[in-house]
């Protein structure tokens, strides 16, 4: 059996009793280790809690040599771990579909996720348009196929989550170029990164998906003992120091509830002009009021 296991937000006791049941059934652990981080639990504390040991799955692993996780799963009990729930924001569909085809039956244990979890920020779930990622611009890649979505999200008044960059194991082109394999340092994309961001793609395309004055709700360290939400303009936020990682960010859409504005006033430096701030960007894509034909 292959099993995918959601391990929830941030504790290593964030993980189900039907995932925990299950990793003890088993004679080989991965843990996904690109896509995100379970924030309190190193890899040393997730073997003890679990009584085996973990392997760390990079990408290349899981995409390039998948068939080493699957490996005997037919006749073994194989754990795959993900931080977060296996389906929320991360694809492990092809795995599923490789084991698949040699006949491993497939269980997904599901936990909770940054999709559901960002509703604590006190906005709907409901009110939610396509979720974006926001990639580490570089001198010469500066990719932004995700202003078109948020554009998209904006015209029919809907929020728009911002899943931030994080660079686990990644090597410098100088050493890929050369084969050498040295990887860089863990980085994790801050609000004040994904804001500037923001505003320089704003200023290239010009077409007011949104302003430096729209606002925003930081989301830092959802589900841990630290978690904290800021609220502001984008251009206020390019500023804010949001601390360590895991961070995503919410751009408001038009269809913003009273109750979802008086939960984010308890988040921004000044009440008063954070409802200004909404109340003038609610102008934004407003539809002109119906008008009934005229009858002949
Ligand atoms: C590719 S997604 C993977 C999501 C994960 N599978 C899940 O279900 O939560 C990773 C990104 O989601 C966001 N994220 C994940 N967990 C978070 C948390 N606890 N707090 C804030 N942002 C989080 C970050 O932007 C991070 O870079």
């Not at 050493?175 to 990164?193: C, D, H, K, Q, V």
């Amino acid at each position: 059996m292959l099993y995918l296991i959601g391990l929830g937000l941030s504790y290593k006791s964030d993980i189900t009793v039907r995932g925990l049941e299950a990793i003890k059934r088993c004679d080989r652990v991965y843990l996904e280790h690109y896509t995100s981080i379970l924030m309190a639990a190193s890899k040393e504390e997730l073997e003890e809690f679990y009584g085996k040991p973990v392997i760390l799955a990079d990408r290349e692993l899981v995409e390039s040599c998948s068939e080493e996780i699957i490996r005997n799963s037919d006749k073994e009990n194989v754990a795959f771990l993900v931080v977060g729930d296996p389906f929320g924001a991360t694809t492990h569909t092809d795995l599923v579909l490789r084991a698949k085809k040699q006949n491993t039956p497939v269980e997904i244990i599901h936990n909770a996720s940054v999709m559901n979890a960002v509703g604590s920020c006190g906005l709907q779930l409901y009110n939610f348009g396509q979720t974006i990622s926001m990639v580490f611009f570089t001198d010469n890649w500066r990719p932004d196929s995700w202003y078109d979505k948020i554009l998209e999200n904006r015209k029919i008044g809907l929020h728009t989550l911002v899943l931030l960059d994080i660079k686990v194991k990644e090597q410098s082109i100088e050493n890929m170029a050369r084969g050498r394999l040295i990887y860089e340092p863990p980085r994790y994309m801050s609000i004040s990164e994904c804001c500037e961001q923001l505003l320089e793609i704003e200023e290239k395309r010009n077409t007011q998906a949104y302003t430096a004055d729209t606002p925003v709700v930081a989301i830092s360290r959802l589900g841990s003992a630290t978690q904290t939400f800021k609220s502001g303009t984008i251009e206020e936020l390019a500023t804010y120091d949001s601390g360590e990682p895991l961070h995503s960010l919410v751009i408001l859409g038009r269809q913003c509830h009273e109750l979802e504005i008086e939960y984010l006033l308890e988040f921004c430096d000044d009440r008063d002009r954070f409802k200004q701030d909404v109340l003038k960007d609610q102008q934004f894509f407003k539809p002109a009021p119906w008008v009934p034909p005229q009858e002949e």
